[in-house]
């Protein structure tokens, strides 16, 4: 199993981009997906998550501004971000728990794709 994650880039503040990051492989079903980052000299923090009801969950500190989604038939998962901040700034991850044979859950992480927010 892959995740390709795209949509990142260079934007001032105030602006919005929007990511996306597919799924492939063999794939019975997918649990949870979410989107992590991790700035330069920072732990990795995740930033929202979404389950298989679609279920929502975000961080505080991008509640109102980031939406997370997915599209279950194309095992792909976006995250909008509007009112971009240059904190904001970070190398955005993918993460998806998928379900292998068996039932088996294994998690997965995308490359990872940089949003760089300028003042």
């Known amino acids: 199993v892959q995740l390709q994650a795209s949509g990142g880039g260079l934007v001032q503040a105030g602006g919005s981009l929007r990511l996306s990051c597919a799924a492939s492989?063999?794939?019975?079903?997918?649990?949870?997906m979410g989107w992590f980052r991790q700035a330069p000299g920072k732990q990795r923090e995740s930033v929202a998550t979404?389950?298989?009801?679609?279920?929502?969950d975000y961080a505080d500190s991008v509640k109102g501004r980031f939406t997370i989604s997915r599209d279950n038939a194309k095992n792909t998962v976006y995250l909008q971000m509007n009112s971009l901040k240059p904190e904001d700034t970070a190398v955005y991850y993918c993460?998806?728990?998928?379900?292998?044979?068996?039932?088996?859950?294994?998690?997965?992480w995308g490359q990872g794709t940089q949003v760089t927010v300028s003042s």
């Open positions: 492989g063999t794939i019975f079903s997918i649990n949870d």
């Open positions: 993460n998806a728990e998928v379900v292998g044979p068996f039932g088996l859950t294994y998690d997965y």
């Open positions: 979404i389950t298989s009801g679609r279920s929502t």
